[in-house]
């Protein structure tokens, strides 16, 4: 099959002797998409040391692009084939249709090779899947970000009753090397003759990888991230088949939820599965496809192994135009987060998404092993009318039922869609006067949130104003007028001089008695202010530490109240320059603050930025006690608490690195999705939703849960500033 590419792109004067190299035609290639306004001219020229991606060649060695801007076929594979007509689907399985192994196989997974997830290979997916598919792994190309190799359509294997097989050609590309395309844990694919390599990526999927040459040995049974070298694309024929004319891999995906007849192999067809950013999709004969961008536009059209298209070196936007603040990176401003959003709507453990739209607020249910579908719960609180700059909307639960509701500070008052417990909510209704922009609440200056300050188990609004902070208590049904119970902690001078840019006020009970309190954190440590019911009673400095006279501050070194040792009681935890500190919570102040790891600093020795680099806290052990989640460059570090400190952070997963997912745009939660007690990744990418579940020593591989959600046109347009949207376990 390569070989017949080779051959249709050589210019004439090679036949006499001269030596060339393939020159593919730029209507082949990838361009920059209108769904990604951000794409690199490298993804649509091509790599620069990758003589096949010349430009301007010569009119002889490309195959003429037709009318319609996609490229003319390349020349059959095979001249008998043509002369004698055989263009249709069986004629050319026949011919090609030991590609791949054609001898028995024997798959040796290893011992803690990754199980299914319970129901996870059976539920239906989107629709662009089979539906006995679980959710189809975030597949990457198996060569390097800004490489162009040569791809083919799909075909079966010998043994397939699937066409579920692609074959990828580095063609004249100085770079070989066939890459894992996601994470899983490699094993060893045997027959009579020797072997080649498989990962199983979980969640029923598999990979495997043909005519590999140095295949790596040392690999089977460990795990491996995307993007892990296995060997060089070959034409070595371990199992049976035929090479080809030129070297390449020859990529397999199987599924165990395939129902296939005995001694069939459980490939699945490959039309409709993601790769990089890219959809494939069959066409009429054996190794012809049609590869699409996400706008829906064909880039390349496949005859045998067509020329070519560039990896991705899956890179956000460079110029970011972050919301800030948002130091855990979630997409929520924190000035909206005082406490957290709680998008359980059904109360089944497992948290929905949720998101303010320009049609209304849209939920898609938590089935355990994906999302469903977007369904408008509510045609109020768009993104149109009302705006995060302005008027905040936040999820929990304001009336003390257990379920949680829609809350809106609009211009003129706070408005209340109550859940149902099912995923919808009832008509809004205005439950207080005040608290908006017309009678002078800011975002910016004045945060507003929902605690339950007199212990009678409904929140009451809590707003920081100029004057101090007020309080508008809740009946069940509406909120009283609001009153200020305590002249402090306000913005204006006279009572602290507050702002949202140093200071960091939270509302969360601190002293065990079910009441909330107000937690300030000040220029000359963290006040506490108690609440007593009816009133907060005059602030006290708990600890000297944490202010900002000591350079502490919300924009560059972040600080967290949570339960750190499990007592109850929430703790300081912060990121400073050297490193994570935490003053325990001893009932009435905080103890001497102790520095519990070096890493996650933001000093020169460990360069983690606010605006790059989001840390949080979750509980990824399922011990009851967070741990420190962090979002670097090259991937997501984790660092365990043992009560008293932190373990050494370790790398997690490659995946939702912040090279790729850029603050202020593709946001990425930790929370529990799957209700197993461990916190999972959930990544609002481009085309959709990635999760990654947490398998207690690592994040598997991210696989699409949604398709909705994404910050591309073709999957809503989503963005921070203008629609919302989020995941949370409260």
């Known amino acids: 099959m390569v070989g017949a590419l080779v051959c249709a792109l050589l210019p004439a004067q090679a036949a006499q002797g001269e030596t060339t190299t393939p020159a593919p035609a730029p209507t082949t290639e990838a361009t920059a998409s209108a769904d990604d306004p951000h794409a690199s001219a490298e993804d649509a020229t091509g790599s620069a040391d990758d003589p096949a991606a010349s430009p301007t060649p010569t009119p002889s060695a490309v195959p003429t692009a037709g009318p319609d801007s996609t490229p003319a076929p390349a020349p059959s594979p095979s001249p008998t084939e043509t002369e004698a007509g055989h263009d249709d689907e069986d004629a050319e399985h026949a011919e090609h249709e030991h590609d791949g192994p054609t001898m028995p196989l024997t798959r040796e997974l ?70 894992a395309i996601a994470s899983g844990r490699v094993y060893r694919v045997s027959c009579a003759n020797g072997w080649f390599l498989g ?68 490939y699945i067809p490959v039309t409709g599965i993601q790769y990089d950013r890219f959809l494939y999709s069959d066409s009429s004969g054996y190794y012809n496809g049609v590869w699409r961008d996400f706008a829906g536009r064909t880039v390349l059209t496949s005859r045998g192994v067509t ?205 065990g008695d079910r009441r909330a309190d107000i937690v300030g954190f000040g220029d000359s440590g963290v006040h506490v202010a108690l609440s007593t019911g009816n009133g907060f009673s005059t602030p006290t400095r708990w600890t000297t530490a944490f202010g900002t006279s000591r350079g502490w501050s919300a924009a560059s070194t972040p600080r967290y109240l949570e339960d750190m040792n499990a007592d109850g009681r929430p703790d300081i935890v912060g990121f400073g320059p050297q490193g994570v500190f935490v003053a325990l919570n001893t009932g009435s102040g905080f103890a001497t603050a102790r520095k519990w790891t070096s890493s996650f600093g933001s000093g020169s020795s460990g360069g983690w930025r606010v605006n790059r680099d989001p840390r949080t806290l979750a509980d990824i052990t399922g011990d009851g006690r967070p741990d420190i989640v962090g979002f670097r460059v090259d991937g997501v570090y984790v660092a365990r608490n043992t009560g008293s400190s932190f373990a050494k952070a370790v790398r997690w997963t490659t995946d939702f690195g912040s090279r790729e997912w850029t603050l202020g745009l593709m946001p990425r939660a930790v929370v529990d999705v799957n209700n197993d007690g461990r916190a999972d990744i959930v990544g609002f990418a481009r085309h959709g939703v990635h999760v990654a579940l947490n398998d207690g020593s690592r994040f598997r591989a991210a696989a699409h849960w949604s398709l909705d959600y994404g910050w591309g046109i073709s999957s809503g347009d989503w963005h921070i500033r203008t629609k919302p949207r989020g995941i949370s376990a409260g």
């Open 199 to 266: 990962i199983d990526h979980g969640g029923g999927w598999m990979s495997e990888y043909y005519h590999l040459r140095e295949a790596k040995s040392s690999l089977i049974g460990k795990w491996v991230e995307a993007g892990t070298s296995l060997g060089l694309a070959g034409q070595t024929l371990p199992c049976g088949g035929t090479p080809g004319s030129s070297a390449h891999v020859h990529l397999s995906i199987l599924n165990t939820a395939v129902s296939v007849p005995s001694g069939k192999r459980q």
């Open 307 to 511: 020329c070519c298209l560039t990896a991705s070196s899956r890179v956000g936007p460079s110029s970011p135009k972050a919301v800030l603040p948002d130091a855990n990176g979630n997409g929520i401003d924190d000035r909206t987060e005082i406490l957290p959003w709680d998008t359980d709507l059904d109360s089944d453990g497992r948290p929905e998404l949720i998101g303010f739209g320009s049609s209304g607020v849209l939920v898609s249910d938590n089935r355990g092993n994906r999302f469903a579908a977007d369904v408008r719960a509510l045609s109020s609180f768009t993104s149109g009318a009302w705006t995060v700059s302005k008027t905040p909307r936040m999820v929990m639960d304001a009336n003390g039922d257990g379920r949680p509701d829609v809350v809106g500070f609009s211009s003129s008052g706070v408005y209340v869609a109550l859940g149902n417990g099912s995923g919808g909510f009832g008509a809004p209704r205005k439950w207080v006067n005040g608290f908006g922009t017309s009678t002078g609440w800011s975002v910016t200056r004045h945060p507003r949130t929902l605690a339950d300050v007199n212990g009678d188990g409904r929140p009451e609004i809590v707003g920081f104003s100029a004057a101090g902070v007020a309080v508008a208590v809740n009946n069940g049904s509406s909120f009283s007028a609001g009153k200020i119970w305590l002249r402090g902690f306000g913005s204006n001078a006279s009572v602290g001089g507050w702002n949202t840019t140093q200071q960091v006020r939270y509302v969360m009970d601190v002293n």
């Open 110 to 179: 290893p011992n803690g090779s990754l199980p299914s997830l319970a129901g996870e290979s059976t539920v239906a997916t989107q629709s662009r899947l089979a539906a006995s598919y679980g959710p189809q792994p975030v597949f990457r190309f198996p060569f390097a970000p800004g490489k162009r190799w040569g791809i083919s359509g799909s075909h079966a294997d010998s043994d397939g009753i699937h066409r579920g097989a692609i074959d990828f050609a580095p063609l004249s590309s100085s770079d070989k090397r066939v890459l």
